[in-house]
């Protein structure tokens, strides 16, 4: 079912991806220039990397975190750290201006009480790609994923329980939110290779946020 609602964050369209699924389009529009300036700052202080998957591959996501914790990969597993591997500091602190719009995008998919404690930043660049996975690395399923999509448009695949369900292709523009939880918790996700593209503000690539509960 697709409904438009009037939000405080101006007219959004729903779709609907199944049970405890939603992409709220256009839902990260509003606050998108507070939400680039809080990136900055983050990224300043700890910048992209590519990580190393278990099996040894250069992913080619590059990837940050902010909040308490933030998800890693290396040759050892992949884990949530309150520490960068790469400072033996701290992440960032999570910008109240993300814990604000991933609690209204969770709450609006109809998951109250979302109270991230982790941001994953991916930056997507012309023919990177995440493939098919679970979010299973946190300790409360109960708890939704948010993620919120800006830059060059991709297309978002939406699988099942089983890696090799066939996925739904859903295309994520720039200011598309996507929830996940109850019973879509598990399902398998992932994003194609990256066209080319250009986006007026963030040019040549694509940056998902990505919030989770994660201890
Ligand atoms: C993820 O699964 O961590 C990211 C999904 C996306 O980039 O849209
Ligand atoms: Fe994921």
């Known amino acids: 079912?697709?409904?438009?609602?009037?939000?405080?964050?101006?007219?959004?369209?729903?779709?609907?991806?199944?049970?405890?699924?939603?992409?709220?389009?256009?839902?990260?529009?509003?606050?998108?220039?507070?939400?680039?300036?809080?990136?900055?700052?983050?990224?300043?202080?700890?910048?992209?990397?590519?990580?190393?998957?278990?099996?040894?591959?250069?992913?080619?996501?590059?990837?940050?975190?902010?909040?308490?914790?933030?998800?890693?990969?290396?040759?050892?597993?992949?884990?949530?750290?309150?520490?960068?591997?790469?400072?033996?500091?701290?992440?960032?602190?999570?910008?109240?201006?993300f814990l604000a719009l991933a609690q209204e995008a969770a709450a609006s998919a109809?998951?109250?009480?979302?109270?991230?404690?982790?941001?994953?930043?991916?930056?997507?660049?012309?023919?990177?790609?995440?493939?098919l996975h679970q979010d299973k690395d946190e300790r409360d399923f109960g708890q939704p994923i948010v993620s919120v999509s800006l830059g060059i448009p991709?297309?978002?695949?939406?699988g099942g329980f089983r890696r090799d369900d066939q996925p739904m292709r859903v295309p994520l523009e720039h200011g598309d939110v996507v929830v996940w939880g109850g019973p879509a918790r598990l399902r398998y996700h992932g994003v194609m290779p990256l066209k080319a593209g250009h986006h007026a503000v963030l040019g040549e690539q694509r940056i998902n946020l990505t919030l989770r509960k994660a201890a």
């Open 154 to 158: 991709a297309i978002f695949l939406f």
């Open 110 to 131: 109809g998951f109250r009480n979302f109270a991230p404690d982790a941001c994953l930043i991916n930056r997507y660049q012309p023919g990177a790609r995440l493939s």
């Open 1 to 97: 079912m697709n409904l438009f609602e009037d939000t405080d964050r101006g007219r959004t369209w729903r779709e609907e991806l199944g049970p405890g699924a939603v992409v709220l389009r256009g839902f990260a529009l509003a606050s998108q220039a507070n939400i680039l300036a809080a990136l900055s700052e983050i990224t300043a202080k700890v910048p992209f990397r590519h990580m190393v998957t278990p099996g040894g591959l250069r992913m080619s996501v590059a990837m940050t975190n902010c909040g308490a914790c933030g998800w890693v990969s290396d040759r050892t597993g992949y884990r949530y750290d309150a520490l960068d591997p790469d400072s033996g500091r701290s992440w960032p602190a999570m910008p109240e201006l």
